[in-house]
Nanobody, 118 residues
Framework: QVQLVESGGGSVQPGGSLSLSCKAS????????MGWYRQAPGKERELVAS???????NYAESVKGRFTISKDNGDNTVILQMNNLRPEDTAVYYC????????????WGQGTQVIVSS
């Protein structure tokens, strides 16, 4: 089992920036992936960004060029830097951890709210 503790989030005006951080602890594997999903009210949870322990990054089309994910394998931490935020980025953001052999996230963080509004 992997425990995930998130920090960051909050409220910001359109065009602003926020940073989310997530630290993993517990049964960490050398081969893994970490990243972020988000869920807006009335919508399904969607993948925002991910990075594998080998450094392969993946972004949703809607955030490319605005969000940057960075993963520290030594510290088991992943950070999502969100720039030029839009109202449609408003959602609860969930950190996840996935073992390399898994096809879906194995563990989830508690979620952190991001609100983009003027």
């Amino acid at each position: 089992q992997v425990q995930l503790v998130e920090s960051g989030g909050g409220s910001v005006q359109p065009g602003g920036s926020l940073s989310l951080s997530c630290k993993a602890s517990g049964s960490i594997s050398v081969l893994n992936a970490m990243g972020w999903y988000r869920q807006a009210p009335g919508k399904e949870r969607e993948l925002v960004a991910s990075e594998t322990s080998g450094g392969v990054k993946n972004y949703a089309e809607s955030v490319k060029g605005r969000f940057t994910i960075s993963k520290d394998n030594g510290d088991n931490t992943v950070i999502l830097q969100m720039n030029n935020l839009r109202p449609e980025d408003t959602a609860v953001y969930y950190c996840y951890y996935r073992y390399a052999y898994s096809s879906a996230p194995d563990n989830w963080g508690q979620g952190t709210q991001v609100i983009v509004s003027s």
